[in-house]
T-cell receptor
Framework: EADIYQTPRYLVIGTGKKITLECSQT?????MYWYQQDPGMELHLIHY???????EKGDLSSESTVSRIRTEHFPLTLESARPSHTSQYLC???????????????FGSGTQLSVL | AQKVTQAQTEISVVEKEDVTLDCVYE???????LFWYKQPPSGELVFLIR??????QNEISGRYSWNFQKSTSSFNFTITASQVVDSAVYFC?????????????FGTGTRLKVLA
């Protein structure tokens, strides 16, 4: 049912490298999100977007940045990766509903990032 | 303040046992939505159920059932005759807030291990 894709699935890089995590969805959803999941499983919202050219910071402060130039694409970039950025990054999108509070989220499989 | 509490960090059961995952929420909004998501080892969260605050009917879907009780602010999830494939992390979530400022709050998750 869900058509939301994240690449790469796993990424191991050295400190100081610039990286971009890709997220694409083919469902035409207007709202998209990035969550960071720590080893304790808790999900933290780090970025979201209401649509093209709209980006907002989430509840957890993050050194990453996002862009939304096309509806289907919501990449996340780290200009200079550090070991503290090691985590699982999950991208999600939500369908439009009459009451946006009731929207269900569709998730990608995530990118497991390890910064050495 | 809005909050979701999943007090059970990890539960282990033997196959065919019934298991209940607890979820307690806090919100001052009268209109809100509750969700359960499943995160299998593959990583993506999968939507299981959505319930709005005006619908306290319990729901059953195959071996899954949900008990929503506003009086105790709980939205518990029961798996009957558990199977190994049910092993996953389960998240309860709350979505509430005023129009345009809805927030999606996830609990910390419960890891369920079903042993053969």
């Amino acid at each position: 049912e869900a058509d939301i894709y994240q690449t790469p699935r796993y990424l191991v890089i050295g400190t100081g490298k610039k990286i971009t995590l890709e997220c694409s969805q083919t469902m035409g959803h207007d709202k998209m999100y990035w969550y960071q999941q720590d080893p304790g499983m808790e999900l933290h919202l780090i970025h979201y977007s209401y649509g093209v050219n709209s980006t907002e910071k989430g509840d957890l402060s993050s050194e990453s940045t996002v862009s939304r130039i096309r509806t289907e694409h919501f990449p996340l970039t780290l200009e200079s990766a550090r070991p503290s950025h090691t985590s699982q990054y999950l991208c999600a999108s939500s369908e439009r509903s009459g009451n946006r509070a009731g929207e269900k989220l569709f998730f990608g499989s995530g990118t497991q990032l390890s910064v050495l | 303040a809005q909050k979701v509490t999943q007090a059970q960090t990890e539960i282990s059961v033997v196959e065919k046992e019934d298991v209940t995952l607890d979820c307690v929420y806090e919100t001052r909004d009268t209109t809100y939505y509750l969700f359960w998501y499943k995160q299998p080892p593959s990583g993506e969260l999968v939507f299981l159920i959505r319930r709005n605050s005006f619908d306290e009917q319990n729901e059953i879907s195959g071996r899954y059932s949900w008990n929503f009780q506003k009086s105790t602010s709980s939205f518990n999830f029961t798996i009957t005759a558990s199977q190994v494939v049910d092993s996953a992390v389960y998240f309860c979530a709350l979505s509430a807030g005023r129009r345009g400022t809805y927030k999606y709050i996830f609990g910390t998750g419960t890891r369920l291990k079903v042993l053969a």
